[in-house]
């Protein structure tokens, strides 16, 4: 099931902006993690963040996380043509084995 | 390197005609997941096994089935394809043997195979 809710649905920006994305989401986590998907292609791990920690970084990449208003952001620095692609959230659930997503991001990088 | 490769990456078949995706892991993780991804929209999961253990979503279809004959390898079998059936089909490994929490959620993905129903 999809419970997670991501916005803006889509966000166009020039190449060197920053760009931020938000996902919201409805149970309680263990972890919140986000995925890239390049068009036409599988999808690509970027970052997870715990629900007992509050930020995190890697590379160009600051994950937050705001386990009371159940949210999150990611935030891409100093933004890149080839860093257009549909950006997912994921939570773990209730499930052990299964990721809730978000409806996705789709991000387009203006040269 | 290890992956998830899917075969093939495009796929054409006729209305009613079964087809079969197939997927294949040098991760050597001990779940493997199906989802169908329609236009701009998040993967919806079909179904997963844990080791040998068969998981169906309740609103899978009966028109999807899956096989796993090994660790390595794992099949999508679309018996009467419908025009609805038309997606892209991303097969995805998790290693829930794995010691930390947040390691054994992170999902590693194929490329997908895209569908086309004539």
């Known amino acids: 099931s999809q419970q997670g809710e991501e916005d803006p649905q889509a966000l166009s920006i020039q190449e060197g902006e920053n760009a931020t994305m938000n996902c919201s989401y409805k149970?309680?986590?263990?972890?919140l993690q986000w995925y890239r998907q390049n068009s036409g292609r599988g999808l690509v791990h970027l970052i997870l963040?715990?629900?007992n920690e509050r930020e995190k970084h890697s590379g160009r990449l600051r994950v937050t996380l705001d386990t009371s208003k159940k949210s999150s952001s990611l935030l891409i620095t100093a933004s890149r043509a080839a860093d257009t692609a549909s950006y997912f959230c994921?939570?773990?659930?209730?499930?052990?084995?299964?990721?809730?997503w978000g409806a996705g991001t789709k991000l387009i990088i203006k040269p | 390197d290890a992956m998830v490769i899917q075969n093939p990456r495009y796929q054409v078949t006729q209305f009613g005609k079964p087809v079969t995706l197939s997927c294949s892991q040098t991760?050597?993780?001990?779940?493997m997941y199906w989802y169908q991804q329609k236009s701009s929209q998040a993967p919806k999961l079909l179904f997963h096994?844990?080791?040998?253990?068969?998981?169906n979503e309740a609103d899978t279809p009966d028109n999807f089935q899956s096989r796993r004959p090994n660790t390595s390898f794992c099949f999508l079998d679309i018996r009467s394809p419908g025009l609805g059936d038309a997606a892209m089909y991303l097969c995805?490994?998790?290693?829930?043997?794995?010691?930390?929490?947040?390691?054994?959620?992170?999902?590693?993905f194929g490329a997908g195979t895209r569908l086309s129903v004539l």
């Open positions: 995805a490994t998790s290693d829930r043997l794995a010691g930390d929490l947040g390691t054994k959620n992170i999902q590693y």
């Open positions: 096994y844990y080791d040998k253990d068969f998981n």
């Open positions: 963040i715990r629900s």
């Open positions: 991760l050597n993780h001990n779940v």
């Open positions: 994921a939570t773990d659930g209730d499930s052990n084995y299964q990721l809730i």
């Open positions: 149970t309680s986590i263990n972890n």
